[in-house]
């Protein structure tokens, strides 16, 4: 996704009002930005509070800017200076983590990310999580205020096309209740249920936004009295189960059941692969069938 965002940026960023800033990183995915941006793209080295503080000054001079890292150094590192420099000026800069989840598979939990939703939107910032390469024009059309894009993996099954972007959109249709995936895992359960029949298997929603307000009535009725599954890689606390769970709980609605999938850390104490961490907790295609069709 990284490559799709790189060109997004170029097709929708590339004006003399935005800057591009990177904490040494992007190498093969970012070259062609910085020879379009010239002195407006800045490499600040390894030194991400610094990096946020620079942001925070050139977002304060009416200027608009993305910040890119490793996930887990773009919004755990400076989560201090996004709190105090960027939250309380509400100012318009675009945190961009790439490899959201357990994407840095065997560079083990220092270089993953499980929980930067939460504490992003715990901070205000507005979190956005593409499920698809083609998200990525409308959501970097939304920067105006901090923001979150957490980046990973298009992994739609092979030859189809997705639905006009929107925070949540029904990409399987089902009539055996609802899966509502948080970004990129919509394209994990899309391939694990394409091929079963659309009475014996769930709608699945990619979801992109963190907004309950957003959340389609279509979407309500598919999972009255039926079961709902919530799938993320992201850990429980925080995630996309909590908040729809208490979304649902507001509005004085209920699913027929209610089974929820996150990131489970690290259950064998063990690091690999991104695929070898989803198995782990039931986010892989073959686990996701299992939990329709048992």
């Known amino acids: 996704m990284r490559k799709a965002f790189a060109n997004a940026v170029l097709a929708y960023c590339n004006h003399n009002d935005w800057f591009f800033l990177t904490g040494d990183l992007g190498f093969m995915a970012l070259e062609e930005v910085q020879s379009e941006f010239g002195r407006r793209f800045i490499n600040a080295g390894l030194a991400e509070q610094n990096m946020i503080g620079v942001a925070a000054g050139l977002a304060r001079e009416s200027l608009r800017v993305i910040v890119y890292s490793i996930a887990p150094f773009c919004y755990a590192r400076p989560f201090e200076q996004i709190r105090n420099d960027l939250c ?8 961009v983590g790439n490899g959201g989840g357990y994407a840095y598979g065997h560079m083990g939990p220092t270089h993953h990310a499980l929980e930067d939703c939460a504490a992003m939107n715990a901070l205000g910032v507005r979190v ?12 970097l059309a939304q920067i105006e205020g901090p923001t979150y894009l957490r980046l990973g993996y298009d992994v739609r099954p092979a ?3 997705v639905p006009e972007y929107a925070p949540w959109r029904e990409v399987m249709p089902g009539n055996f209740g609802a899966i509502a995936a948080l970004g990129p895992i919509a394209g994990v359960a899309w391939q694990a249920l394409v091929d079963l029949d659309i009475d014996s298997r769930p709608a699945v929603w990619a979801v992109c936004e963190f907004n309950d307000a957003e959340i389609p009535s279509r979407f309500l009725d598919q999972i009255s009295g039926r079961s709902l599954y919530v799938l993320e890689e992201h850990v429980a606390q925080g995630g996309l189960g909590m908040s729809l769970a208490l979304s649902l709980a507001a509005r004085g609605l209920a699913a027929g059941c209610f089974f929820h999938r996150p990131a489970l850390g690290y259950p064998t104490g063990r ?3 991104q695929a070898f961490h989803r198995a782990q907790c039931g986010l892989d295609a073959p686990s996701i069938r299992a939990m329709v069709t048992g």
């Open 88 to 95: 309380l000026g509400n100012l318009p800069v675009c945190l």
């Open 128 to 139: 956005l999580v593409p499920a698809f390469d083609d998200d990525l024009p409308a959501l």
């Open 159 to 161: 030859g189809q096309n």
């Open 271 to 273: 690091f690999g692969s």
